[in-house]
């Protein structure tokens, strides 16, 4: 029997299950980490352009495709151009990239899973023993596995609730809990610590002398992965859409949200590392050490909450990564929703335990890396602005203008102004973020 596709019920389900899968571990985990890295106000003002300048069209580009052709990201292609049309391969890249992120991801989810009960013991110790809880979990195989079991888990579990029993309903359950739960931990960043207003200026402060041209690339990188662009995951929650009116709407909503919450998590974060008289350049280990210790002093009304929080955001963008593999299998293969999802989400967990085993290496760019980290730059720095500048093309140069128009429900300047920056400005701009992946861009050390 064939089973029917599926419908958003609502435009706010749908509004809140895409801003689900573009909050996630970027806005939380990353995007602090690497403001903090690279010096904070000017490269945050350089994540606003690319958001308003790269993320944006791309991002109506995708919709447009998913809702016109309503199909999943492979077949989406085909049908606005020609059958058998070799832009098919864009979205069979997506759905790669799809197997290789939410592998890894759902190994740094596992981490935030496995916290949550850490904050409940509570931390406690001298800053190296809490700092060194985080190596003791990554760094041991058996536990990393299970975590990553569970999250999963719970990862496959809403996907074969389908579209509107499980990736609508669970991301109108989580997503208004994960912003109360910001809001309070802002609001306790702000106005009970002496941090807060040191965080913002940090933030917002743009001190140009600090930006790089390492800096603006990794911001361009950072908007594709932190809006889940260039892997068809808006094409795919695009096609659950029956109205065509507010794409663009839309688009500003989901993309003004990420960026918010991507903010109010640097001003809750920042806040306590300069309560605490911290340095804000703690890379990677920003979330799961440094903050540790200074939720050591906090107490677990803030700890607990911060790691449930992350878990939340983390799942409701898990279950759109594996949504872009499930509808393929279910529109073209006619598999179940049951079987796509269990069979897809098994391997996708089976190629994630590479990275929960932290031990194992292979040679990358020159030295022994593991896969975690292997996957992360191939499909932040390769897969993803791959994708986004042939769905960049796509759009502007094959996709028919007539269907392009109606789709955005306008013909006027702001369509005038979308039809600009598709076709010149960002192919341009995410073709110089690909060159940089690559290493060939000279002036970049
Ligand atoms: N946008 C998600 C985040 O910021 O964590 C990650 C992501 C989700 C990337 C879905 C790509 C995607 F298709």
Not at 415 to 442: E, H, K, W
Request: a neutral charge; proline letters at 3%.
């Amino acid at each position: 029997m064939l089973e029917s596709r599926g419908n958003w019920s609502t435009k706010a389900g749908f509004i809140l299950a895409a801003s689900g899968s573009a909050i996630g571990l970027g806005n939380i985990w990353k995007f602090p980490y690497i403001t903090g890295d690279y010096g904070g106000g000017a490269f945050v003002l350089v994540y606003l352009i690319c958001v308003a300048v790269i993320g944006l069209p791309l991002m109506i580009s995708e919709l447009i495709v998913g809702r016109r052709s309503q199909k999943n990201a492979v077949t989406a292609f085909e049908k606005l151009h020609r059958e058998n049309s070799p832009w098919k391969i864009v979205g069979w890249l997506g759905v790669a990239s799809g197997f290789i992120i939410l592998s890894f991801y759902s190994v740094v989810a596992g981490w935030a899973l496995a916290y949550i009960f850490k904050a409940i013991v509570g931390f406690s110790g001298t800053a190296e023993q809490i700092t060194g809880q985080f190596g003791g979990l990554a760094g041991n195989a058996s536990d990393s596995v299970m975590w990553h079991t569970l999250f999963m888990g719970m990862t496959i579990a809403i996907v074969i609730g389908g579209v509107k029993g499980g990736l609508e309903r669970w991301s109108k359950i989580l997503m208004p809990s994960l912003f109360i739960i910001l809001f309070g931990l802002m609001t306790y960043g702000l106005f009970f610590t002496n941090g807060g207003m040191q965080a913002v200026s940090f933030l917002f402060k743009p001190d140009f002398s600090k930006l790089t041209s390492e800096a603006i690339l990794s911001a361009m990188g950072h908007a594709f992965f932190t809006l889940s662009l260039g892997m068809g995951a808006m094409i795919t929650y695009g096609s659950y859409l029956k109205t065509q009116e507010g794409i663009l709407k839309d688009a500003i909503i989901i993309s003004f949200l990420d960026t918010l919450i991507a903010l109010m998590a640097g001003i809750a974060i920042f806040s306590l590392v300069f309560h605490y008289g911290m340095e804000p350049g703690q890379s990677v280990g920003l979330i799961f050490k440094t903050l540790p210790v200074l939720f050591a002093e906090t107490g677990r009304w803030i700890s607990v909450p911060f790691f449930i929080l992350l878990t939340f955001a983390a799942l409701t963008s898990a279950i759109s990564i594996l949504e872009v593999v499930v509808a393929y299998f279910i529109d073209e293969k006619h598999w179940s929703r049951k079987k796509a999802t269990l069979l897809l989400g098994g391997i996708i967990y089976l190629v994630g335990i590479l990275s929960a085993v932290g031990k194992w290496t292979v040679p990358f760019r020159g030295s022994d890396q593991g896969f975690l980290d292997i996957f992360d730059y191939i499909s932040t720095n390769y897969m993803l602005p791959i994708g986004g500048f042939l769905t960049c093309l796509y759009v502007a140069y094959v996709v028919d203008e007539k269907i392009k128009q109606s789709e955005f429900g306008s013909s006027g300047a702001l369509y005038m102004t979308l039809s600009i920056l598709l076709r010149f400005v960002t192919p341009v701009a995410v073709f110089i973020v690909i060159l940089n992946g690559l290493d060939l861009l000279p002036f970049v050390e």
